[in-house]
């Protein structure tokens, strides 16, 4: 693994609401070992006022969210991406841009339990202990 923190945006069609919550989990959760983003294959102009309230009643920093196109995560300067999720189907059955980095991509729901469950691991292993054990509890209760 490289010193840099893994660029993973998470896609869906107006990047209002559900990949815009993923990105602020896994950048809140990642803490610098990852560096999430959200994008929009047709983006709604504006995050939903209810992501917001919910994100912010969670305790994130949403200063800096937008609905953004994914076409920026294509340009030239853009970050090599290491993973790309899709969080909707409608999303993942559009043509996507080349992407920098040649990263791995998946449509969330389109991993079987044990894939799923083998790239969380993965992912896991890169968090802090103290995550890990929110996570656990979470997932227990």
């Known amino acids: 693994m490289t010193d840099r923190p893994m660029e993973v945006p998470f896609l869906c069609t107006g990047n209002a609401a ?5 990105e602020c989990s896994l950048n809140r959760w990642g803490r610098g070992r990852f560096r999430a983003h959200s994008a929009g294959s047709h983006p709604r102009g504006a995050v939903h006022p209810l992501t917001l309230e919910t994100l912010r ?16 995560f294509a340009e030239p300067d853009a970050p090599a991406l ?3 999720f899709t969080v909707c189907d409608r999303a ?10 040649q990263p791995m991509t998946t449509h969330l ?8 469950q083998r790239r969380l691991d993965d992912i896991g292993r890169h968090l802090d202990p ?3 054990t929110r996570a656990s509890e979470v997932g227990s209760g």
């Open 109 to 116: 729901s389109s991993l079987s339990k044990l894939s799923l």
């Open 92 to 101: 993942a059955a559009e043509v996507c841009p080349v992407w920098p980095g």
């Open 57 to 72: 009643g969670f305790g994130h920093d949403t200063s800096g969210l937008r609905s953004k196109s994914w076409d920026e």
């Open 130 to 132: 103290e995550v890990k």
């Open 18 to 22: 559900r990949s815009v919550m993923a």
């Open 82 to 84: 290491d993973f790309v």
